[in-house]
Nanobody
């Protein structure tokens, strides 16, 4: 059974940093894409970053490029998200997720069926 447990959220002033961690277990790292998403109040959940197992590469949303970095530490069963230069618009509940990935004619498709419980990040101006 895939289990994901996120931690590390908190409150920080704009320009500050936070590091989120996701403890992952119950799956083969070579079989699942893994990523971070966030959901702000009144908005839909959006992808922040993901690791594609097919492409063996990280993908980052334009809104956080150059500020956030995802680390996959298989020896610790952990996926970390280092967030630097945080902005008030980064305020959201952050979720780690695991997905089956498959190739389709138009690209890659993901089934995000596994989620951690979410951790709140609040950035004040």
């Amino acid at each position: 059974e895939v289990q994901l447990q996120a931690s590390g959220g908190g409150w920080v002033q704009a320009g500050g940093s936070l590091r989120l961690s996701c403890l992952a277990s119950g799956f083969d790292w070579d079989d699942y894409a893994i990523g971070w998403f966030r959901q702000a109040p009144g908005k839909e959940r959006e992808e922040v970053t993901l690791y594609s197992i097919s492409e063996r590469s990280m993908h980052y949303a334009d809104s956080i490029k150059g500020r956030f970095i995802m680390f996959i530490e298989r020896d610790k069963s952990t996926v970390a998200l280092q967030m630097n230069n945080l902005l008030p618009e980064d305020t959201a509940v952050y979720y780690c997720g695991a997905a089956r990935e498959r190739s389709i004619p138009t690209g890659l498709e993901y089934e995000w069926n596994h989620w951690g419980q979410g951790t709140q990040v609040t950035v004040s101006s």
